[in-house]
């Protein structure tokens, strides 16, 4: 299970979610909640397209559509209009599709809650790599984030030296 789904976000939050955590029906209670969420698109997802908005190609943007799923047990699960977003990264040139559940903000601001969730991610894989922290002495949020804390300043006194 996902930490996310028992975390309790306030109302008009926006959520970055993994893909390995798109679950439909937590996307039904978040929309219930009025929190926005930007997942990446199951690639075997099945869906109509509803309506068709303008993408701007020059900030990598492929498509910008509003769709619903054509697939009852889905549809039952999420039967919700949602948007999804065609996105072209122009560093890697990888493409990737998010959905999300908000049609205010522009198709390229959602992308960037996308992007900016691997900003964490790598920073998470930085931590592992480097603080060598086997296991934590005490597990309560701020029993961990004090061992991280001391963890990253003996890597940066370390570092530090070593100029």
Known sequence: MSVGRVL???KGSSAAIDKTCNDYVWH?????????????LKSNAL???VNRRTALKTKGL??????????????KK???RLRRIGYRDAGTGKH?????????????????IYKSR?????????IKQNLKIKSFVGTGKNAV???????????????SLKL
């Open 8 to 10: 309790s976000f306030p």
């Open 118 to 126: 691997w900003q964490v991610a790598l920073f998470f894989k930085w």
């Open 47 to 49: 869906y109509r397209v």
């Open 62 to 75: 492929i498509g910008d559509q509003t769709i619903e799923f054509s697939v009852s047990q889905t549809a």
């Open 28 to 40: 039904k209670s978040l929309i219930g909640k009025e929190i926005f969420f930007v997942p990446r």
């Open 145 to 159: 984030m004090t061992q991280l804390w001391i963890a990253m300043c003996v890597y940066l006194l370390l570092a």
């Open 78 to 80: 999420c039967p919700v």
């Open 96 to 112: 990737y599709v998010f959905l999300s559940n908000n049609f205010t903000l522009s198709a390229k601001t959602i992308a960037d």
